[in-house]
């Protein structure tokens, strides 16, 4: 696991198509503020403990991140039908979308946007969903 302080959240895990690693990023919201006093690298764990144990997290979930994607890591690459089949084994859940998205060109609109944009909407956008 990792943590940015944009208020991304990633994990690599071997749970591919193949066995390949993917990539799994849980998306900040736009304009993502981190609670005062809360470490960027403590946050997602403060926020799970706090929800599993019924008590009040540093922030609303929703209030700090916008949507989960998964993709091949490492540059590897594989079928969307695939990577979508994976997600629904390793969550149990259905994506709202899949395909093949162009993350550059939403990381430069986040960028330019000074993090005040959606990157799942722009992912969904692209993707159809």
Partial sequence: MDAYVNGSQVWLRDDGPGGIALEWRLHPVAG????????TYELFS????????????PAPPDQLWDGLEAFAAYGDETEPSLLRSAAVEALGLVP????????????DEWQRAGGRTSIVEALLSQLGG
């Fill in 46 to 57: 403060l926020v799970a403990l706090a929800l599993a144990g019924g008590d009040a997290p």
């Fill in 32 to 39: 993502f503020r981190r609670p005062a006093g809360v470490d």
């Fill in 96 to 107: 709202d979308a899949c395909g093949l998205a162009d993350h550059t060109a939403i990381g």
